[in-house]
């Protein structure tokens, strides 16, 4: 994924270049038809600044797909991002401190009626993962939710070897989190032997555990864990984009009702939302809703 990802912006790099060198030819004359001398040119506005971002830590791939092929379009525009959950990057966004908030979950009504605004830029589907050591490919969305639930304890009573399952997952405030027990339908019961404060922290421990079960953003997911299938539907990209794979979610840019964005992060935005980033997008592990 990660190669891909560099291929993918390379690509968009030369395609830039050459746009920027290949322009009409000096012997082409113009036409006689053009704009008469009293109408003014259109200029092109230069934006200059920087945007801050924060939450979501499983939206780090998208951004930084984002970040470097916005920089081509706007090169003195910076835009940082933090990756500190989605509950801080909400709570951020709505108290000012950053430009543009970012979740990895649809935002409550409770953050709505605060004034939030949910821009969707990417859909994601939320892989369940094993340690690839584990015989068991395929569960049920009822299956997992007992397994999270402390009512499936053993992999034995699910054709699995004799072990005793190590459920994984992230902290209260994570966006994944939120998305996966909100799904799965395990809301405040999940009987957790380990919670983490990131989306990677839960791969490696899963990947250095054979008993392991836990669950985590599809861009995340590398060839040091097994997602397993959802109802016989593999964690794909493809499978996000038709609507069959179960546990998904949305990666949203939140931004504050009534409250106007600067030009650059509005341009930023713009961006993100656009068809012509479905691609890079898609380079990163999701689903552009806007191609």
Known sequence: MKKTLSLLLSAALCVSLFAGCSGGSADTPAPESAAPATQPAEETTTLSGTVNTDGSTSMADVMAVLQETFREAQPDITVNYTGSGSGAGIENVLNGSVDIGLSSRALKDEEKEQGAVENIVALDGVAVVVNPANTVSDLTVEQIAQIFKGEITNWSELGGEDLEIAVYGREAGSGTRGAFEEI????????????????????????????????????????????????????????????????????????????????????????????????????????????
């Open 184 to 291: 799965v339908g395990v809301e405040d019961a999940c009987a957790y032997t380990n919670e983490y404060s990131s989306t990677g922290d839960v791969i490696g421990a899963v990947a250095s555990n054979p008993n392991a079960i836990g669950y985590a953003s599809l861009s995340a997911v590398d060839e040091s864990v097994t997602a397993v299938k959802v109802g016989g539907v593999e964690c794909t990209e493809a499978t996000v984009a038709d609507g069959s794979y179960a546990i998904q979610r949305p990666f949203v840019m939140v931004t504050v009702e009534g409250k106007e964005l600067s030009a650059e992060a509005q341009a930023f935005l713009d961006y993100a939302m656009s068809p012509e980033v479905a691609d890079y997008i898609a380079a990163a592990g999701a689903v552009s809703p806007n191609a």
